[in-house]
């Protein structure tokens, strides 16, 4: 099983789930998305492989977000997704992607942080 979390390492969230990963004996690929920006394909992916829209993966309690007027209920998705790539600080996270064995590839934005468990197999506790 292959991993990799888009990291911000400022985050709480994201340090917790990248803890939750290696205490589950994983050593993922670590990919920290403020030092190593995603190209717009790479977001759109991953929203889509995570079964989001843009405004579910949009981090909307950055001052940002309201300051560039991406709360307009007329900005739409393609408008968000170039926002996240301008300011990759608007990437909601942590991102979390597990390439199993079988093929199979999954996605999940891991908030909370427990969330991860879920990719990983293991029982997550309300």
């Known amino acids: 099983m292959q991993i990799t979390i888009y990291h911000n390492p400022n985050c709480g969230t ?7 990963i290696r205490a589950a004996g994983h050593e993922p690929k670590v990919r920290e998305y403020l030092t190593m920006p995603l190209r717009r394909e790479e ?7 995570a079964g989001l829209i843009p405004r579910d993966a ?11 007027s ?3 209920r007329d900005v739409g ?7 996240m790539v301008e300011n990759p600080i608007l ?15 999954v996605a999940k934005l891991c ?6 468990r879920s990719l990983l197999g293991q029982t997550v506790q309300p």
């Open 91 to 105: 990437l909601n996270r942590p991102f979390v992607v597990v390439e199993r064995g079988n093929g199979e590839i």
């Open 43 to 49: 977001i759109a992916s991953l929203i889509a492989l």
């Open 111 to 116: 908030r909370p942080s427990e969330m991860v």
């Open 70 to 72: 991406l709360d307009a």
């Open 14 to 20: 994201s340090r917790n789930a990248l803890a939750a």
């Open 58 to 68: 949009v981090r909307r309690k950055e001052k940002l977000f309201t300051e560039l």
């Open 77 to 83: 998705g393609d408008e968000l997704i170039d926002a």
